[in-house]
């Protein structure tokens, strides 16, 4: 199941990304002429609307093959259209990904509801014969107050950490329970695993979607951050790089779907979110690598077999990338070292 369910999320995601192109070409009047869902070889085909529909055998991509894209076809279709129908056509995949994860975020937002971080501290874990056991602290206690003084932030548990007895009061199955604990010399771990507690606050779609773009917004910086520095540290061979493969995430959407179909959306709206991201990248053969060689076009004129040689040397980086990323998943399931 857990392929199975990637398989959806994946699918999909391409699906919307390549339709933005299809879409964006079509409505200035040029030809796409196939459309396919995945690479390698052709499973289905269907001519509709002047394109030829596919469903290809490896479904860890698409394209749209759109007149006038290739080098070689230099005055026709994409290639005849003003510079800024071409950023559109360019952009549109990109803009269909982060409106399709705003879309599931809104969703989210309305029906589970928007997370808020109260302040206070949920225990996680409880290590055994640790001084927050002998306290009598559990798993899902939400911490109220130390010392009679209401916590703020999840880090103020951490006052517990001088020495002498100290008054916890925890919110345990909705109510209230008054524990202490004793903290001597010499210790150096409460023994347990917190975050902050989390309530849901729901809200209509249309407020929803602008939460969602306000969030995507302001983390847009970090997320690009952890994607750079993710992509530097595969290529460096740093095991934790961070980035996950496609081996990873048919494990992560297996998880995904056991946990519900709220996390299940969760996930394809981060995943979405990072493919619009990673197609920005100004790597040739993307997106972002056709934009950058668009803007570059305005100074000077590349030959067609330059400019195709430009997008094969990216296709073959692409490729890389994708070898080392599936040998990290490999080493992460199988736990090596």
Same mark, same amino acid.
């Given at each position: &199941?857990?392929?199975? /369910?990637?398989?959806?999320?994946?699918? %999909?995601?391409?699906?919307?990304?390549?339709?933005?192109?299809?879409?964006?070409?079509?409505?200035?009047?040029? *030809? =796409?002429?196939?459309?396919?869902?995945?690479?390698?070889?052709?499973?289905? @085909?269907?001519?509709?609307?002047?394109?030829?529909?596919?469903?290809?055998?490896?479904?860890?991509?698409?394209?749209? +093959?759109?007149? !006038?894209?290739?080098?070689?076809?230099?005055?026709?279709?994409?290639?005849?259209?003003?510079?800024?129908?071409?950023?559109?056509?360019?952009?549109?995949? %990109?803009? &269909?990904?982060?409106?399709?994860? /705003? $879309?599931?975020?809104?969703?989210?937002?309305?029906?589970?509801?928007?997370?808020?971080?109260?302040?206070?501290?949920?225990?996680?874990? =409880?290590?055994?014969?640790?001084?927050?056991?002998?306290?009598?602290?559990?798993?899902? +206690?939400?911490?109220?107050? %130390? +010392?009679?003084?209401?916590?703020?932030?999840?880090?103020?548990?951490? @006052?517990?950490?001088?020495?002498?007895?100290?008054?916890?009061?925890?919110? *345990?199955?909705?109510?209230?329970?008054?524990?202490?604990?004793?903290?001597?010399?010499?210790?150096?771990?409460? !023994? =347990?695993?917190?975050?902050?507690?989390?309530?849901? *606050?729901?809200?209509?779609?249309?407020?929803?979607?602008?939460?969602?773009?306000?969030?995507?917004?302001?983390?847009?910086?970090? &997320?690009?951050?952890?994607?750079? $520095?993710?992509?530097?540290?595969?290529?460096?061979?740093?095991?934790?790089?961070?980035?996950?493969?496609?081996?990873?995430?048919?494990?992560?959407?297996?998880?995904?779907?056991?946990?519900?179909?709220?996390?299940?959306?969760?996930?394809?709206?981060?995943?979405?979110?990072?493919?619009?991201?990673?197609?920005?990248?100004?790597?040739?053969?993307?997106?972002?690598?056709?934009?950058?060689?668009?803007?570059?076009?305005?100074?000077?004129?590349?030959?067609?077999?330059?400019?195709?040689?430009?997008?094969?040397?990216?296709?073959?980086?692409?490729?890389?990338?994708?070898?080392?990323?599936?040998?990290? +998943?490999?080493?992460?399931?199988?736990?090596?070292?």
């Amino acid at each position: &199941m857990s392929l199975f /369910w990637f398989l959806v999320v994946i699918g %999909v995601s391409i699906f919307v990304h390549e339709l933005g192109h299809y879409l964006a070409a079509r409505l200035q009047g040029v *030809r =796409v002429k196939a459309f396919s869902l995945g690479f390698g070889p052709v499973l289905w @085909r269907k001519e509709a609307w002047g394109t030829e529909w596919r469903l290809s055998a490896i479904p860890l991509g698409g394209y749209a +093959d759109i007149e !006038g894209l290739l080098p070689e076809e230099k005055g026709r279709g994409y290639d005849a259209l003003p510079f800024l129908g071409k950023l559109l056509v360019l952009v549109a995949g %990109v803009a &269909m990904n982060v409106l399709l994860a /705003w $879309g599931i975020l809104a969703y989210l937002f309305s029906a589970q509801g928007v997370p808020e971080a109260t302040g206070r501290a949920v225990i996680l874990e =409880v290590l055994p014969g640790s001084v927050a056991e002998e306290a009598g602290l559990r798993p899902k +206690d939400i911490l109220l107050a %130390v +010392d009679g003084k209401p916590l703020e932030r999840p880090q103020e548990i951490e @006052r517990l950490k001088t020495p002498g007895s100290h008054t916890l009061v925890v919110l *345990r199955e909705g109510k209230e329970v008054a524990l202490s604990l004793t903290w001597r010399e010499g210790l150096e771990r409460l !023994g =347990v695993v917190y975050g902050p507690e989390v309530r849901y *606050r729901r809200v209509g779609f249309l407020e929803g979607f602008l939460l969602s773009v306000e969030r995507t917004l302001s983390f847009g910086p970090q &997320m690009v951050r952890a994607l750079v $520095g993710g992509l530097l540290g595969v290529l460096s061979g740093n095991p934790n790089s961070g980035v996950v493969g496609p081996l990873g995430l048919v494990a992560e959407t297996g998880k995904a779907a056991q946990e519900g179909v709220f996390r299940l959306l969760e996930l394809a709206a981060s995943i979405n979110l990072s493919l619009a991201l990673f197609n920005l990248l100004p790597i040739p053969a993307l997106d972002g690598g056709r934009i950058l060689l668009l803007f570059l076009s305005r100074l000077l004129r590349l030959p067609p077999e330059r400019e195709a040689l430009v997008h094969y040397l990216g296709f073959l980086f692409l490729l890389l990338l994708v070898v080392l990323v599936t040998f990290q +998943d490999l080493r992460r399931l199988l736990g090596a070292p």
